[in-house]
């Protein structure tokens, strides 16, 4: 035991994730039929590239999180996110079954 509690092994933490099933598996995606393809090739590009400078001016301390948040996700609504998630959705419940 260590002065900050029991000192525990790699193959512990191993036993500990594995009892409690914490590791998951990794979720491979969905197959997009052809218009659900078409509509993800169309918004996600210019989406994903607005998300990501977002975040950077975010992480970065540019911009403000709480500034000017409704006005962002305004933007990606105008962008196409709502018809992405409208077809990954429909391709995810075809694929792996409605949420129960």
Do not use: H
């Not at 659900?36 to 590009?45: L, N, Q, V």
């Amino acid at each position: 035991m260590s002065a900050n509690g029991p000192t525990r092994s790699r193959s512990d933490g191993i036993a500990m994730y594995e009892e409690c099933n914490c590791l998951k598996d990794e979720f491979s995606g969905v197959a997009l039929n052809a218009e659900e393809k078409a509509i993800y090739d169309r918004y996600w590009p210019s989406l994903l590239t607005y998300m990501t400078e977002m975040q950077q001016t975010r992480v970065l301390g540019a911009r403000d999180v709480n500034i000017g948040w409704d006005a962002y996700k305004q933007r990606l609504t105008d962008m196409g996110y709502d018809r992405v998630i409208e077809v990954m959705q429909a391709a995810y419940e075809r694929q792996y079954g409605a949420a129960q």
